[in-house]
């Protein structure tokens, strides 16, 4: 029973325990057991099977589940790029899973070397709409939803933020300037809005149809959804699509509906506070894998990883 992480850390990559249950799953759901596949990523066991995919999410992450069920019927039919759609959902020896359509393209990252200016420009833009799309839905009904205080939230991240950051390895000048840079940039809350929270170039699909160019096919892993301020969103793009292009971050926020007089340094010094503050943020991470700024500032940081010139 998968109802701690350590037990489920356990069995998750062990093929051999949980594909008795799978297949009993399998056998419920009228799906092909032969022809199921499983693929080598993603932090729960998920399947292929024919032009459908099953995903499975082990008691201990149950609250997950339940978000991205509602989310998943939230957004099906409702963006400019598809999402999976839900064909059935439920439980099953404690597990939760989800029977979704198997979304069209490659992941974001493995095209991305391949594209021409127009493609990343056009992949930007649709990218922009579909937030901005995303961000205008209703709210979905889910039980128990966290964060249910947004603003609670906020301050609980700010009041861990640098312990957080040095138990994940961060030290020296920049866990020196955390605490001045958080007081000095004032956060824009506004009305929440239904966030993904982490799109990124994993959880991007694309396709290039009849070689016309890359486009967006795809958005999906809604599981961390919230509720929250509209621009805690474009933390994971800043730091997980964009990564320090510049013109593709402008582009996306244009799309999105931003004028161009605000972008700019007060912009990217949000943004990065908001990644200082996002639920999985890990700066010592994030140092090793992003561009490096002109100088060891924060002020500097924010706008090498969020500028948009």
């Given amino acids: 029973m998968a109802d701690t992480e350590e037990r489920f850390e356990a069995v998750r990559a062990d093929e051999a325990a949980l594909r008795p249950g799978v297949d009993r799953l399998c056998r419920q759901l009228g799906l092909d057991r032969a022809g199921l ?80 200016a127009a ?19 209703p709210d979905p009904m889910i039980e128990n939803w966290w964060p249910e205080d947004w603003p609670a939230f906020v301050a609980e991240q700010r009041a861990r933020c640098a312990r957080e950051q040095f138990g994940a390895g961060l030290g020296g000048t920049w866990l020196e300037q955390m605490s001045d840079f958080l007081d000095s940039v004032p956060l824009h809350h506004g009305a929440p809005v239904l966030l993904h929270t982490e799109i990124m170039r994993q959880h991007l699909l694309v396709t290039d149809v009849g070689g016309q160019g890359w486009r ?16 805690y969103e474009f933390a994971a793009v800043g730091l997980f699509v964009s990564q ?27 943004l990065l506070a908001w990644a200082l503050l996002h639920r999985y943020s ?17 002020d500097a940081l924010a706008d090498r990883w969020f500028g948009t010139k």
């Fill in 37 to 116: 596949s499983r693929f080598a990523q993603g932090s729960v066991p998920v399947y292929a099977a024919g032009d459908l995919v099953l995903k499975l999410v082990p008691p201990v992450h149950l609250a997950e589940w339940r978000v991205e069920v509602g989310v998943l019927n939230a957004v099906s039919g409702s963006l400019p790029i598809p999402t999976p759609r839900l064909h059935a959902e439920g439980q099953r020896d404690g597990w939760g899973y989800l029977l979704m359509t198997r979304l069209s393209g490659v992941p974001l990252d493995v095209a991305w070397g391949e594209f021409a």
């Fill in 119 to 137: 493609d990343r420009n056009r992949i930007a833009t649709q990218l922009g709409e579909a937030v901005a799309a995303l961000h205008r839905l």
């Fill in 216 to 231: 967006l096919s795809g958005l999906f892993d809604f599981e961390p959804a919230m509720l929250g301020a509209r621009e």
């Fill in 244 to 270: 320090g292009d510049g013109p593709f971050l402008r582009r996306v926020l244009t799309a999105y509906g931003y004028p161009i007089g605000e972008l700019g340094h007060d912009l990217s010094r949000r």
């Fill in 282 to 298: 890990n700066l010592a991470s994030w140092l090793r894998r992003l561009p490096p700024p002109d100088e060891p500032t924060l």
